[in-house]
């Protein structure tokens, strides 16, 4: 397992941006990377991912507004956000999964006000 840590939340308007980072404690190669989200009173769900190959896919709520991004030399990834609605707020954790071993982090809070 590797250990993850999540920078980058924060308060920010409607329409406005932010670019959140997960810094892994290990390499990332081979390793599967994705971003999720868990608002308050809800289920926690999946944002996007990015394989080692950077192939990506998003959740259609966030499609054409997030972009998953990685840095295999900086073992991080990253998720752009811009066009944030309010509906985006939540806390947001990155999760590694290599070999069938899967790692979280604690996950940054994100909160867009109206």
């Known amino acids: 397992q590797v250990q993850l840590v999540e920078s980058g939340g924060g308060l920010v308007q409607a329409g406005g941006s932010l670019r959140l980072s997960c810094v892994a404690s290990?390499?990332?190669?081979?390793?599967?990377l994705a971003w999720h989200r868990q608002a308050p009173g809800k289920q926690r769900e999946w944002v996007a991912s990015?394989?080692?190959?950077?192939?990506?896919n998003y959740a259609d709520s966030v499609k054409g507004r997030f972009t998953i991004s990685r840095d295999n030399s900086k073992n991080t990834v990253y998720l752009q956000m811009n066009s944030l609605k309010p509906e985006d707020t939540a806390v947001y954790s990155c999760?590694?999964?290599?070999?069938?071993?899967?790692?979280w982090g604690q996950g940054t809070q994100v909160t867009v006000s109206s």
């Open positions: 290990g390499s990332i190669f081979s390793t599967i």
């Open positions: 999760s590694a999964l290599r070999q069938g071993i899967s790692s």
């Open positions: 990015i394989t080692s190959s950077r192939g990506t």
